[in-house]
């Protein structure tokens, strides 16, 4: 059986579950087998010294510290378990001081040991309690020694140098036994106490990666809802558009042509939300690009018949300038490039004053598709540029008929093209009008 289970055997249940009452009652049980153990010891040296009273006490101290740790199965207070220790050693070394020669004897020093032990095993209270009993006793032993008397000597007086040689050696050891008990506890807490700040640390820095990764999902589902309540605006503005033109058209070819182009832009909004799923579902860096033949040219012919209602309400002209070219066709996603460049004109119009012209050019470069939408708005400053594709950035410039802005836009379309391999730019000079512009490599 190892020591330790031999400790727990003696220990109430009810201790097992107070960390600190164990502790001191673990102490306690093992500072009664060790003093047990001590004193077994002294009996056979009181026996060697022909010390009678020594060995009667002795023999006491022995069964006594052996009998004390089956009362901490009992659910006696510690303190008291640990005070009728304390008060049995000191009955056993007051008696042998005195009938060993008092403060002429070598069990006199070992009064000191009295507070020491009632420091660590029951606590500080009590160390002084017994630490004042102990003052009193060596303070009494000095008195009867000043004044002459001559207390009994009750072992071999013929092995006097010896009894001390023997004797003394043992409050070293007491004294040895009880720095250790303290280092011991004392390593042991510095190492709890280490642990626990590792632990401490290690879940703070646990809960502060969480904390990081909750944020960041935080911020993307709102990006997300963003992303969605911007995009859908216009494809939902063009459906309201052409229902108020079909309540007041007469022609049945036209009103067929509005119901396909409301059932287009309802097609591109139910496209928007899925591939806005699909970002969430891919964490938005792994997006799926449908790649196909887009002619751009047809596109912003078809998009322009779209708005045509937005711009006619503030009457802005759309113009395609496409420079006589049959065909603009480059690789893309349906979905993602028509939100380029409806945002792009959707800006022009909102930023536009009444009775202007918004030109639309489409330009074939050598090795790329360029588009760009130019207004007559009121440009953008210099200082604010650079800030101009980033989220949720808004400029001092302002929507000309109370439109709302949500400064999302500009990013977007800037996510929208490098995802398909092109790039976007601005050009224009404030106070005259603004230029954006996109391209996008030629199909090969």
Request: hydrophobic share 45%.
């Amino acid at each position: 059986m190892k020591v330790s289970a031999l400790i727990d055997f003696f220990i109430h249940p009810d201790y097992f579950l107070a960390p600190d009452k164990l502790r001191r009652v673990r102490l306690f049980v093992r500072a009664c087998l060790l003093t047990s153990l001590f004193s077994n010891a002294y009996v056979w040296l009181s026996v060697y010294f022909e010390y009678e009273r020594g060995v009667q006490l002795m023999i006491f101290n022995v069964v006594g510290f052996l009998l004390l740790p089956l009362l901490s199965k009992t659910k006696i207070p510690i303190n008291i378990l640990g005070n009728l220790y304390v008060l049995i050693g000191a009955v056993a070394v007051f008696i042998l001081t005195y009938f060993s020669g008092g403060i002429w004897s070598a069990i006199y020093p070992w009064i000191v040991s009295i507070p020491v032990l009632a420091i660590l095993v029951v606590n500080r209270t009590s160390g002084l309690a017994w630490g004042g009993i102990s003052y009193m006793a060596m303070q009494w032993f000095g008195m009867v020694a000043l004044q002459g008397e001559q207390l009994p000597v009750e072992y071999n007086p013929e092995m006097k140098t010896a009894w001390f040689v023997s004797v003394l050696p043992g409050l070293l050891l007491i004294i040895l036994f009880v720095a250790y008990v303290f280092e011991s506890i004392q390593r042991k807490a510095l190492t709890e106490l280490e642990e626990k700040n590792k632990i401490l640390n290690d879940q703070k820095e646990t809960i502060s990666v969480q904390s990081a990764d909750l944020r960041k999902h935080i911020e993307e589902k709102e990006y997300i809802i963003r992303i969605l309540a911007h995009d859908l605006k216009n494809p939902l503005s063009n459906i309201t558009s052409l229902i108020h033109l079909m309540a007041t058209e007469e022609d049945t070819e036209m009103r067929n042509r509005y119901v396909e182009m409301i059932s287009q832009s309802s097609e591109k909004s139910q496209h928007l939300i899925n591939s806005v799923l699909e970002m969430e579902l891919s964490d938005q860096n792994n997006l799926k690009v449908n790649w196909e033949d887009v002619d751009l040219k047809e596109m912003l012919k078809e998009m322009i018949e779209e708005m045509g209602m937005r711009a006619h309400k503030k009457e802005i002209e759309l113009v395609l300038e496409d420079n006589c070219i049959q065909h603009a066709i480059v690789k893309g996603d349906r979905t993602y490039l028509p939100l380029i460049f409806e945002n792009f004109i959707s800006n022009a119009l909102k930023f536009s004053e009444y009775n202007t012209k918004v030109r639309i050019f489409i330009e074939n470069q050598e090795d790329c598709i360029q588009v760009k939408v130019s207004d007559q708005g009121p440009g953008i400053k210099e200082e604010e540029r650079e800030n101009l594709f980033k989220k949720f950035t808004k400029l001092s410039a302002r929507p000309t008929d109370g439109e709302s802005s949500s400064g999302l836009g500009l990013s977007l379309v800037k996510r929208y093209a490098e995802l398909l391999q092109g790039r976007v730019w601005y050009e224009g000079e404030f106070g005259v009008g603004s230029t954006f512009g996109v391209e996008f490599p030629v199909l090969k």
